[in-house]
């Protein structure tokens, strides 16, 4: 079982990237895939969760109406397109498996190495 999230780097505030999270070692399509950052300093938070169909997307409140999550099951891959862009979007963005969608940690039991978004203001 292997998740590997990219996409990370170097931006200006209100710019934009896109992170990826492929999925490896097992059927991606019947598990649910989250989003979660870590800041310096601060504790791991979800920030977005799409569940296995695709029927149902989670936001975090500081992120909705600017971040968009989809997934395409045929290539074992989810996306986390990030718009408009703040210095507070600063973290470690790692991606991780759960048979339920939703932002708490709980459940998640795959994890991807996490992948460095910083956003300059």
């Known amino acids: 079982v292997q998740l590997q999230a990219s996409g990370g780097g170097l931006v200006q505030a209100g710019g934009s990237l896109r992170l990826s999270c492929a999925a490896s070692?097992?059927?991606?399509?019947?598990?649910?895939i989250g989003w979660f950052r870590q800041a310096p300093g601060k504790e791991r938070e979800g920030v977005s969760c799409?569940?296995?169909?695709?029927?149902?997307?989670y936001y975090t409140d500081s992120v909705k109406g600017r971040f968009i999550i989809s997934r395409d099951n045929a290539k074992n891959t989810v996306y986390l397109q990030m718009n408009n862009l703040k210095p507070e979007d600063t973290a470690v963005y790692y991606c991780?498996?759960?048979?339920?969608?939703?932002?708490?940690?709980?459940?998640?039991?795959?994890w991807g190495q996490g992948t460095l978004v910083t956003v300059s203001s």
């Open positions: 991780a498996r759960s048979k339920g969608c939703h932002l708490s940690m709980a459940d998640f039991d795959a």
């Open positions: 070692g097992f059927t991606s399509d019947y598990y649910a």
């Open positions: 799409i569940s296995s169909s695709a029927g149902n997307t």
